[in-house]
């Protein structure tokens, strides 16, 4: 009688062969069996499909990637082939998000992503492009010229959400801050030698005879 040949993508180790069962996979195929009606046991095999690989000459069903891995293509051979896809990175085997203020644009096996330039985040986790950089961080705005870039609040203004905002907002009363890129308007406050009085919308200078040593917010 003539030999029967394993089914495509298994193959035989050795001559000899004797039964069905001993058809081994080829890289890149999982062995499957199916028993029949009649208790029949039929080996099949599959083309490991995207997220899963088998290196071969084994009976083992493809093996998934680990966590938040996945592959390129059909048919992967190796774990090498697993990758954490556009919005993620590798670590120690397992697929992350890439965090705020981070993306990444395809498929990798970076340990980190790619930073947003100075000053500008992301809406969330798991950017998967340049572009999603656009809101300005706090104490930041965007240059209105010039969207991929972030500018530091000038001095006595401030900037306290995480928004495409392309200004900083003025300190009430004239007051001023310490530095540049405040966060907020609690940082708005009378410099040494100058005060806000009741009933007043401005800092004026201490009048003579008095003084004030400190940057705060005392009458």
Same mark, same amino acid.
């Given at each position: ?60 069903? *493809?093996?998934? !990637?680990?966590? /938040?891995?996945? @592959?390129?293509?059909?048919?992967? %051979?190796?774990?090498?082939? +697993?990758? $954490? &896809? ?81 200004? *900083?907002?003025? !300190?009430?009363? /004239?007051?001023? @801050?310490?530095?540049?890129?405040? %966060?907020?308007?609690?940082? +708005?406050? $009378? &410099? ?28």
């Amino acid at each position: 009688n003539l030999g029967f040949d394993c089914p495509v993508g298994l193959l035989t180790t050795f001559s000899g062969a004797k039964s069905q069962a001993q058809c081994f996979t080829t890289p890149g195929y999982g062995r499957m069996s199916n028993r029949g009606s009649n208790g029949k046991i039929t080996i099949s095999s599959i083309l490991c499909p995207v997220g899963t690989y088998n290196v071969g000459t084994n009976t083992a069903a *493809c093996q998934s !990637c680990g966590p /938040g891995l996945t @592959t390129a293509t059909n048919g992967s %051979t190796s774990s090498g082939a +697993c990758l $954490a &896809p556009a919005g993620s990175m590798l670590d120690r085997g397992v697929g992350k998000l890439c965090k705020r203020g981070t993306f990444s644009t395809d498929l990798n096996n970076n340990a980190t992503c790619e930073d947003c330039p100075l000053g500008i985040t992301t809406a969330g986790e798991g950017s998967s492009s340049a572009s999603a950089c656009s809101l300005a961080q706090m104490g930041y705005y965007i240059n209105p010229d010039n969207a991929e870039q972030a500018l530091e609040c000038p001095s006595d203004t401030y900037q306290d959400q995480e928004a495409s905002i392309t200004s *900083c907002t003025p !300190c009430p009363n /004239g007051w001023k @801050t310490q530095a540049t890129a405040a %966060t907020g308007a609690p940082l +708005c406050v $009378a &410099p040494p030698g100058y005060e806000l009085l009741p009933d007043s919308n401005s800092i004026t200078p201490c009048p003579v005879g008095a003084y004030k040593a400190d940057w705060n917010r005392n009458p």
